[in-house]
């Protein structure tokens, strides 16, 4: 049977309270970044579950400003981050790895869609998920204000695949064509990736559009698609990527 059992008794610099943070595992380390508590914070911390310990990693490179609500996905040894709010109003559309092997962080520049269509828009409370070699980005908050402290808030419903390169660096944006009825636009979902038979899906749920609250009433709905990549053909619950050449 589950339990719940709160951590108590751990060593090392712990992190200060915060939120709008993200965590991922690489096998017994949990690695946090970011967040907010009076004030963006620019902190990585990493937590030893198998020694109760916190620790502040040496981090060298292109060291990212601070961000909150950002994307943050593992493949493997190395993370990446996508966007998020860097201060009040202010959000970002800028890409940073972190090879964790190392301990070293480096900006990434990806290529623009190759079918002429725009990179994603600087946002926050977006969903980045990863699926084989390519990271799907999905909505999100976007300010159409070049004034930070006069937000003009435009809730997303876009999609944007992202090919990783194998060990570091990436290749580019794609915009996958899609078919069926999107998601309404919103921010602070949440979307996990499922595998089976039929292939992959990604499942979003939830999440905000001014002051409708998804997941209750007219946004209750949970949207899904498969992505149909070399080897995992089917039809889609909700939306359908177009299949892509991996030697593309």
């Not at 060593?11 to 004030?39: D, T, Y």
């Not at 940073?96 to 079918?115: D, G, H, I």
């Not at 808030?153 to 990783?164: K, Q």
Request: charged share 20%; with cysteine; aromatic share 10%.
């Amino acid at each position: 049977m589950p339990r719940w059992k709160r951590v108590l008794g751990w060593s090392g610099p712990v992190p200060r309270p915060r939120h709008g943070h993200r965590a991922v595992a690489i096998k017994e380390l949990m690695v946090v970044f970011g967040g907010g508590n009076e004030g963006i914070v620019d902190e990585l911390h990493v937590y030893n579950t198998a020694t109760n310990q916190w620790f502040i990693p040496a981090v060298r490179g292109d060291i990212p400003p601070g961000c909150a609500a950002y994307g943050f996905v593992c493949d493997g040894t190395r993370l990446l981050v996508f966007g998020g709010m860097v201060e009040y109003g202010k959000y970002s559309n800028d890409l940073y790895e972190l090879q964790a092997s190392r301990w070293e962080w480096k900006r990434l520049k990806a290529k623009a869609p190759k079918n002429g269509g725009p990179p994603p828009c600087p946002r926050l409370g977006h969903s980045f998920s990863l699926i084989g070699s390519r990271c799907y980005l999905f909505g999100g908050l976007a300010n159409d204000s070049e004034d930070p402290k006069n937000n003009i808030p435009r809730y997303l419903n876009d999609l944007y695949c992202l090919e990783l390169r194998p060990g570091s660096s990436v290749v580019g944006w794609d915009i996958p064509a899609t078919s069926g009825r999107p998601p309404p636009p919103r921010e602070s979902h949440t979307a996990v990736v499922t595998s089976g038979k039929t292939g992959n899906r990604l499942i979003i749920y939830g999440g905000m559009s001014g002051i409708n609250i998804c997941g209750r009433g007219a946004f209750s709905e949970v949207s899904a698609f498969k992505t149909c990549l070399p080897g995992f053909p089917g039809a889609p619950c909700a939306i359908k990527i177009s299949k892509v050449s991996e030697n593309k």
